[in-house]
């Protein structure tokens, strides 16, 4: 199962080192990482997606970072009431008679079109994982060449 877990940490240089580390060095894997200055410059807000197959596992990770001396506080969104995000671009081809069905596309998915140059186009679109899968999904019928994803954020509420 994935756990979302967000991270408060002392800005300084190596501390996202530590924290990897600290995964690779249990073998386990980070499906997602975004990282960020808080409101105070001196502190990161770090989102952490991790396959965990039981809460032990969960409860060993979160407790290894725990330990860690720039570590603040640690939170596992798994059970608590909360917000999540991911933004993804997408450079697709398109040609002028498809442009009403991408844009039908995007509006669905709240997507929209930041540049376009030629039968080219980048799009951006904010949601939840599963939104931006199925927005993907309807996007290949015209030819992804590129995308890049931010990862889950969240927030406690």
């Known amino acids: 199962m994935r756990h979302t877990i967000s991270v408060l940490v002392e800005n300084k240089f190596g501390v996202l080192a530590r924290i990897a580390g600290l995964f690779s060095a249990r073998g386990y894997n980070i499906a997602s990482l975004a990282v960020s200055e808080t409101l105070d410059p001196s502190i990161s807000y770090m989102t952490i997606v991790v396959e965990a197959k039981d809460e032990k ?77 199925q927005l993907l999904e309807s996007l290949r019928q015209f030819g992804v060449k590129e995308l890049i994803r931010t990862g889950k954020i969240a927030i406690e509420y």
């Not at 995007?106 to 951006?124: M, R, S």
């Open 57 to 133: 596992i969960l409860e060993q990770i979160m407790k290894q970072l725990n330990k860690l001396i720039d570590v603040i506080t640690v939170t596992d969104f798994t059970k608590k009431e909360h917000v999540e995000r991911e933004l993804v671009l997408v450079k697709v081809d398109y040609s002028a008679k498809e442009k009403a069905k991408l844009e039908a596309i995007l509006q669905k998915y709240v997507g929209k079109i930041v540049q376009h140059k030629d039968d080219t186009a980048v799009i951006e679109a904010v949601g939840k994982e599963q939104q931006i899968k």
